[in-house]
T-cell receptor
Framework: DVKVTQSSRYLVKRTGEKVFLECVQD?????MFWYRQDPGLGLRLIYF???????EKGDIPEGYSVSREKKERFSLILESASTNQTSMYLC????????????FGPGTRLTVL | RKEVEQDPGPFNVPEGATVAFNCTYS??????FFWYRQDCRKEPKLLMS???SGNEDGRFTAQLNRASQYISLLIRDSKLSDSATYLC??????????FGSGTRLSIRP
């Protein structure tokens, strides 16, 4: 079974703090993704990575950066957290073909005060 | 126009009813299609892939209509445990995947 883990289930930070969200997958998947999910807006793609050290912007990259130094780990960084970044953050991983499905981590509910 | 659109619902149907959702997509080059299920406060999990010929898994049937650019999910003999949000996902490439915002389904006794 594919396992995608995220470093925290719940996180509370203050405005202006630097925030790191970590995601690890154990299936040697090439692709990894970061989404945020908000009521009424569904899943919105922040960044994705299709290989180590490779990254591409998704639909809402502003205010975020990512790091993928190792294949199994994909980090999302909020350089200076703001209250409008309060959300559920979901990491996902996927093998390399279009027919492969995504597997999601359990999510991190981030609150920025 | 959003790339992938779903009716947000909620659909509120009695146990045993048949219910169907559609999901429309705008990119005709989209290559593969999926339905996910998401329970409250949980991550999305794959329900089923959607194939051109249509596919069935127990009480669930998924269809793809490329000409009209939509996919559908049919649930027969609905159970209380089917209550969840159903998300469609459209892959236009191995890396680019767009999710719909989800359709909320509530099954009442």
């Amino acid at each position: 079974d594919v396992k995608v883990t995220q470093s925290s289930r719940y996180l509370v930070k203050r405005t202006g703090e630097k925030v790191f969200l970590e995601c690890v997958q154990d299936m040697d998947h090439e692709n990894m993704f970061w989404y945020r999910q908000d009521p009424g807006l569904g899943l919105r793609l922040i960044y994705f990575s299709y290989d180590v050290k490779m990254k591409e912007k998704g639909d809402i990259p502003e205010g975020y950066s990512v790091s993928r130094e190792k294949k199994e780990r994909f980090s999302l960084i909020l350089e200076s957290a703001s209250t409008n970044q309060t959300s559920m953050y979901l990491c996902a991983s996927k093998a390399g073909t279009t027919t492969d499905t995504q597997y999601f981590g359990p999510g991190t509910r981030l609150t920025v005060l | 126009r959003k790339e992938v659109e779903q009716d947000p619902g909620p659909f509120n149907v009695p146990e045993g009813a048949t219910v169907a959702f559609n999901c429309t997509y705008s990119n005709s080059a989209s290559q593969s299609f999926f339905w996910y299920r998401q329970d409250c406060r949980k991550e999305p999990k794959l329900l089923m892939s959607v194939y051109s010929s249509g596919n069935e898994d127990g009480r669930f049937t998924a269809q793809l209509n490329r000409a009209s650019q939509y996919i559908s999910l049919l649930i027969r003999d609905s159970k209380l445990s089917d209550s969840a949000t159903y998300l469609c996902a459209v892959h236009s490439s191995a890396s680019k995947i767009i999710f719909g915002s989800g359709t909320r389904l509530s099954i009442r006794p």
